[in-house]
């Protein structure tokens, strides 16, 4: 479903210099496949995701999904694929601040080619817990609630992979397992590929597929 | 979720700034609108009141001066002219036009007082296919009524008087003696939005009876010609002819200005008569065609005048609509990581450059709804001033075709000056925006 090739990822520094990011020579994920990518911070989690959603083209080397060479597509296309199928879930849950919790699920259905369904927002959000709190802004929700939203909202538009940054890095506990189990169990339900970038071993250790980014990353290790 | 709604959204999030860059716009807006309005309707009502008659007879002088004070009764009345000029064209013109005299100089409570006869209300029409009508209980001064008095809507609401009630007018204004005599109204008119309706109508023959009694008594008040109507030597003499339908001849005698309709369907006869009437040096007076001076003075003083003000209000707009650009541009640097999200969920570049362009036009549009509402406010707030000056009735629900310019005119400066924020919105760094702090 996920293939990358010798995916390299570099930033110019303000000295000329080139920084290299990523240097992954492999890594696949199948359909429906939950993977767990484990890393310290700054080791390229964050620019990992961002290559395989399209948001960063890579320096070289290539992202295929379900087929498609990324690569290969423009950047309006690029938009379009991710808006159709692939969802994010941000660390920082990312909503947007004036939309209600509805609204912001909405929102993740609005870019692509599927009609907006109203419907379908509120049974994410009753299946994160949060049916009842439909009109209410994120200023108005907890910690734990705005990331729940974010996850409803991950999954609004159907995707075929979600892509999770350290969906619980600023969750308290309690509310952390609430998290992983929510985003494992209803990429389980869609058939939606996961693949959840952290540092947190207790996190790492529920997924049967870890990968450790100091070794995938040829970057970091070169280092 | 439509771009419209993610918009809006955004104008609620900042609602004050948002406010207050709308509310800008809705004044100028509104300045636009209250020039429009008032220009168009002052217009629309000068060019009726003046569809009422083809020409006017009066004294030689200023033409547009003439046509104000008989038409619009504005300003100080002309001077008069010999009654036996009028007597002349009448003869000499009988089966071609009809031609109603007036006699001008008093008021009543401000109104102006005109002498003329039944005709004004009988024959003449006060637009194309409109006759004056008399409200319930009234009816027209009769021809050997010489006391009798027809008034306009606006006389009967200001002064409460009504059909039966009697009143003196007074020469010239408020400040002159009054008359020694009487006059009854015998009608009011329905409202026609025409000037006549702030005007008292009184038989022209009891009006040379009032002022011939006041010359015998040697008063003449202190007044100018306009007010030495009766007749002089040749006063009271006998009617010798009825030359001027239904005015007795009286050569001594003097008229205002003289109502001409045309009779005559031959339109090379109309255009002819008032160069006939002018060439003639004979006559002391002149014919002028009222729609002509009316349109002069739209087409020129008062158009100009409206495209200053116009120019003015635009300035003001598109200032209002700098001011769009600048609350906007100065949230982009907050709205950034915003974008970034929505690039993120999958909005193309352009996607967000409409959700500006939206926010743009949503705002100019809103701000110009107020303003809208604003404008036809302020001209209700005007229209009384308007109505003393001018006697022109300006309803604030009176809408002008020219406003509908407004929403294309809005969407392009809110195009316009959405347009650079937009490029800010387009060129965002999604991947660093998102990884920088919101």
Request: overall charge neutral; glycine content about 10%; proline content about 4%.
């Amino acid at each position: 479903m996920l293939q990358l090739e010798d995916v390299k990822k570099s930033f110019l520094q303000p000295d000329g210099s080139e920084l290299r990011i990523l240097d992954v020579p492999e890594f696949a994920v199948g359909a429906g496949e939950q993977v767990v990518v484990v890393g310290r911070s700054g080791c390229g989690k964050t620019t990992l995701l961002h290559v395989i959603a399209g948001i960063s083209r890579p320096t070289s080397g290539r992202v295929r999904i379900d087929g498609w060479d990324m690569a290969l597509l423009e950047e309006a296309e690029v938009d379009r694929f991710r808006a159709e199928r692939i969802g994010y879930v941000f660390q920082t849950f990312n909503l947007l601040p004036g939309f209600s919790a509805l609204e912001n699920v909405l929102l993740g259905m609005t870019f692509g080619k599927l009609r907006a369904e109203r419907d379908r927002a509120r049974q994410l959000l009753n299946r994160v817990g949060l049916g009842h709190r439909l009109t209410h802004k994120p200023t108005q929700l907890s910690v734990g609630e705005q990331q729940r939203v974010a996850v409803a909202r991950g999954l609004a538009n159907r995707p075929q992979l979600l892509l999770a940054d350290e969906p619980t890095a600023n969750v308290d506990i309690g509310n952390q397992q609430t998290i992983i189990d929510l985003l494992r169990e209803t990429c389980q339900e869609e058939k939606v590929a996961l693949i959840l970038v952290t540092h947190a071993p207790e996190v790492a250790e529920q997924f049967e597929r870890i990968e450790y980014l100091e070794k995938i990353n040829l970057a970091w290790t070169s280092r | 979720m439509s771009l419209w709604k993610i918009a809006w959204r955004s104008i609620q999030q900042r609602s004050l700034a948002s406010g207050l860059t709308a509310l800008s716009m809705a004044l100028g807006v509104a300045l636009v609108v209250a020039v429009l309005v008032i220009y168009g309707v002052l217009s629309q009502s000068f060019r009726r009141s003046a569809q009422g008659y083809d020409l006017i007879l009066g004294a030689k002088g200023s033409r547009l001066e003439l046509v104000l004070s008989t038409v619009f009764h504005l300003g100080r009345p002309t001077a008069n002219i010999p009654a036996k000029d009028y007597y002349t064209v009448v003869k000499r013109y009988e089966a071609e036009m009809l031609a109603i005299p007036m006699c001008m100089g008093d008021t009543f409570k401000q109104h102006r007082v005109i002498g003329t006869t039944p005709d004004m209300f009988d024959e003449l029409e006060y637009m194309d296919g409109k006759k004056y009508q008399l409200q319930e209980g009234g009816r027209n001064f009769a021809w050997e009524g010489y006391y009798e008095a027809v008034i306009g809507s606006t006389v009967a609401r200001r002064t409460g008087l009504k059909v039966g009630d009697t009143f003196r007018p007074v020469h010239g204004d408020a400040l002159g003696h009054r008359d020694q005599h009487d006059f009854t109204v015998v009608g009011v008119l329905e409202p026609t939005g025409t000037p006549n309706d702030r005007a008292i109508f009184v038989n022209i023959e009891g009006f040379y009876e009032l002022h011939k009694q006041e010359a015998a008594g040697g008063d003449d008040g202190g007044h100018g010609k306009a007010e030495e109507l009766a007749g002089g030597a040749g006063a009271g003499k006998p009617a010798s002819s009825s030359a001027g339908r239904g005015l007795r001849y009286d050569e001594s005698r003097e008229v205002t200005a003289v109502l001409v309709l045309f009779r005559t369907p031959n339109m090379p006869r109309r255009i002819a008569i008032p160069k006939e009437i002018n060439r003639d040096h004979e006559l002391q007076l002149q014919a002028v065609a009222p729609a002509e001076e009316v349109t002069k003075l739209f087409e020129g003083i008062v158009g100009n005048i409206q495209w200053i003000l116009l120019f003015l209000a635009i300035l003001i707009v598109i200032v209002a609509g700098i001011g769009i650009l600048v609350s906007i541009y100065n949230s982009m640097s907050d709205r950034r990581h915003e974008i970034a999200i929505m690039r993120a969920l999958g909005a193309r570049r352009v996607t967000v450059m409409m959700i500006v362009l939206c926010e743009s036009i949503l705002l100019a549009l809103g701000g110009g709804a107020i303003g809208v509402l604003l404008g036809h406010g302020l001209t209700g707030l005007l229209a009384p001033v308007i109505a003393q000056q001018t006697g022109v009735a300006v309803s604030p629900l009176q809408f002008q075709t020219s406003e509908l310019i407004l929403i294309p005119g809005l969407i392009l400066l809110a195009s316009a000056v959405g347009y650079l924020p937009a490029v800010v919105a387009y060129r965002t760094d999604v991947a660093q925006s998102l990884i920088a702090s919101p």
